[in-house]
Each structure stands twice: as C-alpha cells, then as structure tokens.
C-alpha cells in the first residue's frame, strides 16, 4: 500500500521496520547444505527431567491457567534459586512468571514508559528492545558501547550519549550479540550513574547461566539498586526450553504488581505446561545446565581462537553463546560481507548492524552448534577469507 | 575441569580430530595437547584408537555373539589366569568379568554364524575350567559405543533467530 492512500493498520504498526535477520532468513531458506552460525538457541534439547515433568501434567490433566503471577510453587522456586546470584525477592509480590522473557520486557516497557519518555539502550543489543520501547509509546536512545572496551557499557557512553535525560535504562549482560559480560566494577560505574540520573534499570540476564570465566553478577545486588530494577531471566536459554515460551520477571512490588495488571488482560498466565517443565529444571536440571554449559565453553574457545587466526579480531567473549569478530581486513561492510559468505559459501550468520550501529563492521556468530558444524563452518570461512 | 581429563572427553567423543583443534577447544597450544596426549597413553589410560564401524553398511558377513562362560575355579587357578587364556584369541573382541548369574561375558566376532559357533564349541568350551557356555547372537545394533545407528533428528531450529 502506497503512501497516502488509507492503510487499516495502525501508525505504529506501518512504522515498525521488520526485522533486520529477516532477509538473511530468507537467504538462508532458499539455500540446501546451509551450515548456520546464526541461531540464537541452544542446539540441545531441554532436559529429560523437564520434559517429562511436562508430559506427566498433561497426564494428569493439567491444562487450565495458574494464576496471573504463576504457580505458586514456581514462584517459590524461582526465589530459592535466584539466591545463587544474592538475589532476594519474595515469591508473592515481587516476582512475575511470564511467556518468556520477552513478554517480560514488553510488560516493564508498558507498565513503566509514558509517552514522551526516554528509554537508553545500549547497542548492539537484542533487537527487541526498542520496538518495547516504541509499542509503549516512549523514545528509544541507543547508546553505543564500543569495541575497544569489549563492548562493556561505560560511564562514559551513557554519558556522550545524553542518557543523564534518560527515564529508564536497558541493561543486557552477558549481550546479546557480542558475547560481552560486566563484572561487578563495570557495573557499579552504571549503577552510580543510575542512581546520579534517578533511572530505573531493566536488567535482562537471561544469559546468567551462562557464564564461562567468573560468576554471573546482577546490577539489582548494588547499593541502592535493587528499589530501581527489574532484572528478566527465563528458561531459554540456560535450560534449552526456549519453545516452552517461559521467563519471569523480579523487582520492587509496585512494579510487578503493575506489570501484572497487564499481563493479566494480555497473557492471563504464562503457558501452564511449561511452568510444571520449570518447577523440575529448578527442582533437578543444574547437572544437565552445567553439561551443557562445559560444551559451550569448549565451543566457544575453539571459535575465538579459529577467528583470531584468519585475522578476524575476536575478543575474548565470555558469555551467552555468541562471539563478535571483526571483518577480514578489506572488508568494511558486515552486510556485505555476510551476504557475500551466504552465497558463495552457505554459511549463514548475522551481520553486527542489525543490532544497532555499534555493531558495524562486526558479525555476530553464535556457536549453539556441535563441533562438526563448527568445524565445517569455520573451514569455509577460512577458504572464503583466502579467496576474497 | 582438568585439561587431562577434559582432553579424554574430547578424545571419547572423537578420536581423529586434530591437535590443533583440541588445542582450541582446551585453550592450550598444540606442543600441551601432544604431550598429554603421551602421559595418557604411557599411563595405560589411552589402550587404543579404534572406529565405530556399522557392519550393516560395510557390504560383507560380519557376525557377532555375546557369549556367557561359567567356570569353574580351583586353587591353582584364577579368573586371571582363564581371562589370560580366552583374551589371546583374535576372534575374541571384549572379554570382561561380571556379576550376576554367569562369570565372563565374552563378545566373538566372525564372518559366519558357523565360524562363531565353531569356535565357540571347539576353543573356548573345551577349556578344563570352562563350565557352561550360552552363545547369544546379535541379530542387529542399534547404537555401539556412544553412537547411534539410526537416523538423527533434524536440526528443526529457525537457521537464523535473534
């Protein structure tokens, strides 16, 4: 539909660019002997414990909703194990089970963003951040981390990017595409500068589990930060369930209790099948986690190191599944450049820009794959860097 | 995880990858990986490298039975001494003591059901300690060492996903 003549959708709906993957999605589809570095899940299945929890309350007939919050017992669960990163919330008022993650974010935007409000987001970042942001009727500032810090956020870039104007401050660590973790130092430059501007802080760290240097820390666990955060985390990622569609949301009551009221008339209650596979991820599942998360590890080193030797500066990714290197020398364009890769080579991965700007003349290559298609994959690029 | 240990991981799950990639994967250089590599296999760690082969795909006879051996022991002789004895033969594949009702489990290999049987009858029963044999035969192997035969499941993810 052209311009000016009268479209049914709404303004917002006719102004949200698709995603940024989704051409190299459907280059990626119309191609056989594919080998994907760009597939932001685990390649693991969930683990057998949480799958069968699943399959025994359909068994028994579980399938009406829970409440708005979630199981109770859940709850419960989730404040039991989010001890382990000195996390403390009370299972009836501050914690929210969502449909993932994702849900959880949107229902902070909305239940946090009035119009006219500015949201910081840091870059590269998941890509859902600003179109939550927009839907809820705020602006999105995007403030860039940088490649020469490991695209840790600073003081400085929050700084040179106005987010001292900000009203809410996004925070996603281990990142989302770079691989990138903070440690308690980095943090607490962020948290001074939270509390300095009076932002509330959403914390996504829904990578926490996965951790291969040090352990996890949560920017709700500084001083004066806990009242002015709200920190995601979910299934997905640490217990390969991401299909089970299942996170949950912590912080100060008054906003979960706001978050709710709109989870209830959108969501009613996040998918009960997949709160019984949870209950018994966090009942038994640490074993399966930490396997998984030893592979991951093994992966990942054998990534850096393979791309540091074609000559595609790799820094020392310590999170999630993903690592961030630069383009070959000659190559400026990340587009170009994956796209050039995908056809000449069928090895699909997701150029840095798609994440936002700071991400330029990176790509984002994610190792939730066995070893063999590592290897396969790293082989071919290592040919198409010779080649070109 | 030690690198020692964690470098017998790697191996289990494949043996032929290159050094440089198991160099890699532990995050040492490959000179490391060599001479762990040596410490395992001087240790008695490391007894062999050998494939999974599916026979089935292999185009020619190839029989396999696992066969349970009672025996008999008497105070000159040991299950050590019998193990010595029943391992030397080149049809004898594994050979392990176990619990429960028979003594040895002792897996042959052959080309023929006959070339099995015969041996079984002629090399292993007569054997004085030897009590009982009971030969089971493979009809088909579904998984060996770790490796499934069958189909794998699809990779049904998205190829791409944020």
């Not at chain 1, 038994?284 to 850096?304: H, L, N």
Request: hydrophobic fraction near 40%; aromatic fraction near 8%; proline fraction near 4%.
């Amino acid at each position: 539909m052209t311009e000016g003549t009268h479209s049914p959708l709404s303004k917002r709906a006719r102004e949200t660019p698709p995603s940024g993957i989704r051409r190299f999605f459907e280059l990626a589809e119309e191609m056989d002997d594919i080998v994907s570095l760009g597939v932001g899940e685990p390649d693991f299945s969930a683990p057998w414990a949480a799958r069968s929890a699943a399959i025994d309350s359909l068994e028994r007939g579980r399938t009406s909703y829970t409440a708005n919050r979630g199981r109770k017992d859940l709850r419960e669960r989730i404040a039991e194990h989010v001890t382990r990163y000195d996390l403390s919330y009370e299972s009836d008022e501050e914690i929210l089970v969502t449909a993932g993650a994702s849900e959880a974010v949107d229902l902070a935007m909305r239940a946090l963003v009035d119009p006219g409000d500015t949201v910081a987001v840091p870059q590269p970042s998941y890509i859902s951040y600003g179109p939550t942001v927009t839907f809820a009727g705020g602006e999105a500032l995007p403030v860039q981390t940088r490649a020469e810090n490991d695209f840790v956020l600073t003081y400085e870039d929050l700084e040179r990017a106005g987010a001292a104007d900000a009203d809410t401050l996004v925070l996603c660590y281990p990142n989302n595409p770079t691989g990138a973790v903070m440690t308690r130092e980095e943090l607490t430059e962020v948290a001074e500068f939270a509390r300095e501007h009076d932002l509330i802080v959403l914390s996504d760290e829904i990578y926490a589990a996965l951790r291969y240097e040090d352990e996890h820390v949560s920017i709700a666990t500084l001083p004066g930060m806990r009242e002015r955060t709200v920190v995601f985390n979910g299934f997905s990622k640490a217990y390969a369930m991401t299909g089970m569609r299942l996170g949950y949301a912590l912080g100060p009551a008054e906003i979960i209790d706001a978050m709710n009221r709109i989870h209830q008339y959108t969501m009613l209650s996040a998918p009960t099948t997949a709160q019984f596979a949870a209950i018994e991820a966090l009942e038994s599942c640490d074993d399966a986690v930490e396997e998984m998360r030893q592979e991951f590890d093994r992966r990942r080193k054998f990534v850096i190191s393979r791309f540091n030797e074609l000559g595609m500066d790799c820094f020392e990714a310590k999170g999630a599944f993903y690592v961030f290197p630069k383009c070959p020398p000659g190559w400026e364009d990340d587009e170009a450049f994956a796209e050039a890769l995908i056809r000449e080579k069928r090895v699909a991965l997701v150029p840095g820009r798609v994440f936002g700007e700071g991400g330029n003349g990176h790509l984002r290559v994610s190792y939730a794959s066995g070893m063999s298609e590592l290897k396969e994959a790293l082989n071919r690029i290592e040919s198409f860097v010779e080649s070109n | 995880m030690e690198a020692k240990r964690e470098l017998l991981d790697l191996l289990l799950s494949d043996a032929r990858q290159s050094t440089d990639d198991i160099a890699r994967q532990l995050g040492v250089d490959a000179a490391t990986v060599e001479a762990l590599v040596d410490e395992l296999e001087s240790e008695g760690a490391i007894r062999g490298y050998q494939a999974v082969v599916d026979w089935d795909s292999v185009g020619e006879e190839h029989v396999r039975a696992e066969v349970e051996l009672n025996v008999e022991l008497d105070r000159e002789t040991g299950y050590e001494e019998i193990a010595r004895r029943i391992a030397k033969f080149p049809e004898v594949s594994s050979l392990r003591l176990i619990s429960g009702s028979y003594d040895f489990a002792v897996d042959v290999e052959g080309e023929s059901m006959h070339d099995v049987s015969n041996f079984v009858s002629e090399q292993i029963a007569p054997i004085p300690e030897v009590t009982q044999t009971v030969t089971h035969f493979v009809m088909t192997t579904y998984k060996e060492r770790g490796v499934y035969f069958g189909d794998g499941d699809d990779d049904d993810r998205l190829s791409i996903s944020p």
